[in-house]
């Protein structure tokens, strides 16, 4: 009894969310199909935006380059952020060596 409950609460939700109403608009457009589509799947696809096989093919390759090219970006900038904390590092040992100069060539004076 339980189990049938669940079915209905969820039929309701698709009816009153409006998918039943989209998925019946698409199945009567490919039921309307003078030539029916080679791929029916692909049809529906196309009909509720999503994308086609050699179009999903295509996004996931350019996500891979777009991953690499992040990894190659992220990397550089750890390494100019890495950099950066070198010379600031190195930026207070010059300037305390400099005012030591400084403080020396006076003395000679």
């Known amino acids: 009894m339980e189990k ?3 079915k209905e609460a ?9 998918v039943l109403d989209v998925l019946t608009k698409v199945l009567v457009a490919l039921y309307e199909q ?3 589509p080679s ?3 692909e049809f529906i696809q196309q009909k509720l935006g999503g994308s086609t096989a050699p179009e999903y093919e295509k996004l996931q390759a350019e996500i891979s380059d777009l991953q690499i090219k992040y990894n ?3 990397a550089a900038h750890q390494e100019t952020c890495r950099e ?3 010379f600031r590092n190195s ?6 060596m400099e005012t030591t100069n400084r403080e020396t ?5």
């Open 4 to 6: 049938e409950a669940k």
């Open 10 to 18: 969820f039929r309701k939700y698709l009816e009153s969310s409006g």
């Open 34 to 36: 003078n030539d029916k």
């Open 39 to 41: 791929s029916a799947v």
């Open 72 to 74: 190659e970006l992220l």
């Open 84 to 86: 950066l904390e070198e």
């Open 91 to 96: 930026q207070p040992v010059a300037a305390s």
């Open 105 to 109: 060539s006076k003395d000679e004076l």
